[in-house]
């Protein structure tokens, strides 16, 4: 079993050479990219990942000798996030002329330097002792908040920076130990997502989300205002902009906080969850920020992992799946039934339907467990 572990680095004046560094592995990064633009300009192929290593080696001898100071195996890291992005690019492509799928992936495109945020290391570079992390290219330590201990052998470390200059370490380790399951209780409930109602459960449960962005509306575009008044790029501008970052990320926290705490809940209440599965980019289209700030796919990923994680079943039924308008017990389709209609009538058995409960009912019916 392979689980990753994070731990906040404490703020020190060191952190600066970590985004330093975070900055030339961008360079490298930017440089690879171009190269594989116009390798395909001029001869109409990709430039493989075996080759791009050797480039790199080639490059630290002659036109960028700055290049051997930076970690080697976090330097062929980016050229491993490249060739990846491709891949996928490529096997999109493929799939779509067999008809297995619809959905486009771009080309990969070259990231600009503040949304270009982690290093990765693998086996060499880094050091751990206690709660002390050394990066050997920096020869340097960084105290990090270690509130729990990691289990299993680490194959990665991970740097990451956050929009506020956080810094956040991210430990990557396989043969962990397994987390004690949860007591089974025989219950099965399928869940109906909602904007009015979050959760609409199939035995009539009802959660309501607290809506943390709706709440601190009025901090957000306080924020934004006093960023809007600021000269751009100015020394007053880049600290009104860490403050209206700092105020999403409190959103965030507190929105994930209460996802995690809920996905428990119902991991200790159900052995068998099923989930429908939602187009959330249509959905965005028609209701915007409600939509956003409910966040149905950042749920969905926090409970399916909270059952693997507690010997639960999760599953999802399908997108075209009819849950609003088909009846979950005698199967009868209200081809008539509009979004105004909170309560229906069934014609054929006679069934007085929540519609929101009748609509969980068929996404346990419908549920397929996932893997």
Not at 72 to 83: E, F, G, M, P, Y
Not at 114 to 131: E, L, P, R, V
Not at 294 to 299: D, I, P, R, S
Not at 316 to 342: H, I, S, V
């Given at each position: ?90 096997d999109n492509i493929e799939e779509r ?188 289209k028609l209701w915007g920020r409600k ?81």
């Amino acid at each position: 079993m392979r689980k990753s572990f994070k731990y906040k680095l404490y703020n020190q004046k060191n952190n600066i050479q970590i985004g330093n560094l975070i900055d030339d592995m961008h360079q490298v990064h930017v440089h690879f990219m171009k190269l594989q633009r116009r390798y395909y300009r001029l001869f109409k192929k990709y430039i493989p990942k075996k080759r791009m290593n050797k480039h790199l080696t080639k490059l630290k001898r002659t036109t960028k000798p700055h290049w051997q100071s930076l970690p080697s195996q976090a330097c062929q890291n980016v050229l491993v996030r490249i060739d990846f992005g491709y891949q996928k690019f490529f096997d999109n492509i493929e799939e779509r002329k067999a008809g297995i799928t619809k959905k486009k992936i771009g080309r990969p495109h070259i990231k600009p330097s503040h949304k270009y945020n982690s290093i990765t290391f693998t086996q060499a570079g880094w050091g751990i002792d206690g709660n002390r992390l050394h990066i050997r290219g920096l020869d340097k330590h960084f105290t990090f908040w270690k509130h729990r201990n990691w289990s299993g052998k680490i194959k990665t470390v991970t740097i990451k920076r956050d929009t506020i200059g956080d810094y956040y370490l991210a430990l990557s380790c396989e043969d962990t130990e397994p987390s004690d399951h949860l007591p089974k209780t025989g219950n099965r409930a399928g869940i109906d997502f909602g904007l009015k109602v979050f959760l609409t459960l199939s035995d009539g449960t009802k959660i309501v989300s607290p809506e943390f962005y709706k709440k601190s509306l009025n901090a957000i575009r306080s924020a934004s205002k006093t960023l809007s008044r600021k000269q751009y790029l100015s020394g007053g501008w880049f600290r009104a902009k860490q403050h209206l970052n700092r105020v999403h990320k409190k959103v965030a926290n507190r929105r994930r906080d209460w996802f995690w705490k809920t996905a428990l809940k119902l991991c200790k209440r159900y052995d068998y969850i099923a989930i429908e599965t939602l187009n959330l980019q249509g959905m965005k289209k028609l209701w915007g920020r409600k939509v956003s700030d409910v966040a149905f796919g950042e749920f969905s990923q926090i409970l399916e992992w909270q059952c693997k994680k507690f010997g639960k079943t999760f599953a999802k039924a399908d997108r075209w799946q009819p849950t609003t308008k088909t009846c979950y017990k005698c199967g009868y389709k209200n081809k008539d039934l509009t979004l105004a209609d909170r309560f229906w009538a069934c014609e054929s058995c006679h069934t007085h339907h929540d519609r929101d409960i009748n609509a969980a009912n068929i996404v346990l019916q419908a549920g397929v467990p996932v893997s």
